[in-house]
């Protein structure tokens, strides 16, 4: 059974950095994509950051240079770095896992899920 368990969210101020992590258990393989998404309460989810088997990213537009995802393979653990966080980045962030997804795998399509980490950024 695969299971995913985030840590790392917080509340900081505008400028601030957190890093966020995720460990990944039950895959035998390293052949999974795995990826950041967040929420905020009455709007749909989206893709923050994804980082496929052969070590290839994908940030969304709003991210980009300020989120690094990274994947520690001998830990299974997935990481995100958020510099320069924003109040518009307060959100619910996900990470989530599958073995059947690449880069552009829309976020409904992925089917193991961690509980989430609330990111709070105050102006």
């Known amino acids: 059974q695969v299971q995913l368990v985030e840590s790392g969210g917080g509340s900081v101020q505008a400028g601030g950095s957190l890093r966020l992590s995720c460990v990944v258990s039950?895959?035998?393989?390293?052949?999974?994509?795995a990826g950041w998404f967040r929420q905020v309460p009455g709007k749909e989810r989206e893709r923050v950051a994804v980082?496929?088997?052969?070590?290839?990213?994908g940030y969304a537009d709003f991210v980009k240079g300020r989120f690094t995802i990274s994947k520690d393979n001998t830990k299974n653990t997935l990481y995100l770095q958020m510099n320069g966080l924003k109040p518009e980045d307060t959100a619910m962030y996900y990470c989530?896992?599958?073995?059947?997804?690449?880069?552009?795998?829309?976020?409904?399509?992925?089917?193991?899920w961690g509980q989430g980490t609330q990111v709070t950024v105050s102006a």
């Open positions: 980082i496929d088997s052969d070590g290839s990213t």
């Open positions: 989530a896992a599958d073995s059947r997804a690449v880069r552009d795998t829309v976020w409904s399509e992925y089917r193991y």
């Open positions: 039950g895959y035998t393989s390293r052949s999974y994509c």
